[in-house]
């Protein structure tokens, strides 16, 4: 997984709520990085490696997956409609939630010390498996982060920020924590008393927003 990847910090909350042992690991290593391709089929984080050896990827198959082998404590609300609108809202943060983190993170027209802060963030974790008084490594660092924004700068496409949309996006963003902060007065999480698909999935993209710097200002 990564840390700056909602979707990994979306499965490995889930896996921590039903107390499922894991193991974390970064592509920080050559090595772990041909372990990932050997289990992946794209590549894309998260990855689970099953103690069968199998492969999962994509965090919403992932969770449906162990959720049926281990079904407690269960994250879907009992009452059907309920579980329908978990469902929706799990989906909405997956497709739509992922665009409040991209565009305030990199498209936004004051995204820069977000983009700056995250490039180099990411940069650090990847270049982590060495020690971390390694001859060049703040170099191999402001290397990896430049390549890795450069990159990152020119994809706002494939989340549809543009100056059409930025106004929709950053709105719906901050619409979307006034509601959440006003329903979450009454209750810890989003149907009550336990976490449910939709948090897992909100969860991991605003707590991306939260540790940037502009969307978390605003937040």
């Known amino acids: 997984g ?8 979306k499965v490995r909350s889930y896996f921590r709520y039903k107390d499922i042992d894991h193991v974390w690991l970064v592509r920080n290593t050559p090595e772990l990085a041909k372990e990932h391709q050997k289990h992946s089929k794209l590549p894309l984080v998260p990855t689970v490696v099953c103690p069968d050896g199998r492969g999962l990827q ?6 449906e997956t162990v959720e049926a082998l281990v079904p407690q404590p269960s994250i879907h609300p009992a009452d059907s409609t309920l579980r329908f609108l978990s469902e929706l809202l799990e989906e909405f943060a997956d497709e739509w939630g ?20 995250y490039s180099r963030k990411i940069a650090a974790e990847l270049c982590s498996g060495v020690p971390i ?5 703040q170099d191999r660092v402001t290397t990896v982060a430049a390549g890795f924004k450069e990159r990152m700068l020119d994809r706002g496409f494939t989340v549809g920020s543009n100056a ?4 929709i996006i950053e709105r719906s963003y901050l619409d979307t924590i006034v509601l959440l902060d006003a329903h979450l007065a009454t209750r810890p999480f989003i149907f009550g008393r336990s976490p449910s698909l939709a948090d897992f999935g909100l969860a991991g993209q605003l707590y991306q927003c939260f540790t940037d710097v502009l969307a978390g200002e605003q937040m």
């Open 2 to 9: 990564s840390a700056g990847s909602p979707y990994s910090i």
């Open 58 to 63: 994509d965090s919403t198959p992932i969770i």
């Open 98 to 117: 992922n665009k409040w983190m991209m565009h305030l993170r990199w498209y936004s027209a004051a995204s820069g010390p977000s983009a700056e802060a």
């Open 133 to 137: 008084d390694s001859e060049g490594l």
């Open 164 to 167: 059409t949309t930025a106004p």
